[in-house]
């Protein structure tokens, strides 16, 4: 069956840096384009970055352009997110996703705090 299992979540200071990372197994992973989600407490989850295409033409939030990048590595069915300059507001739990499935893994934390 579909999994997506995240991590690379940690506590890190403002204008830190983390690398996520999202294992994918159940599909094939490289004819799928991938996102990412993050869900901070009380709020909705929300959509960081997302391709468009695999592999290509990615869009990101605004409000983590310029300091985040997603890439994949398809030859270990990986995900990843980095993470640059983290402000407080980055803190969510983050979230991957085939775009086209309907299936969420469980989560990794990330906490920006002095």
């Known amino acids: 069956q579909v999994q997506l299992v995240e991590s690379g979540g940690g506590l890190v200071q403002p204008g830190g840096s983390l690398r996520l990372s999202c294992a994918a197994s159940?599909?094939?992973?490289?004819?799928?384009?991938m996102s990412w989600y993050r869900q901070a407490p009380g709020k909705e989850r929300e959509l960081v970055a997302r391709?468009?295409?695999?592999?290509?033409?990615?869009n990101y939030a605004d409000s983590v352009m310029g300091r985040f990048t997603i890439s994949r590595d398809n030859a270990k069915n990986t995900l990843y997110l980095q993470m640059n300059s983290l402000k407080p507001e980055d803190t969510a739990v983050y979230y991957c996703?085939?775009?086209?499935?309907?299936?969420w893994g469980q989560g990794t934390q990330v906490t920006v705090s002095p």
């Open positions: 159940g599909f094939t992973f490289s004819s799928y384009a």
């Open positions: 996703k085939a775009s086209s499935l309907t299936y």
């Open positions: 391709e468009i295409s695999v592999g290509a033409i990615i």
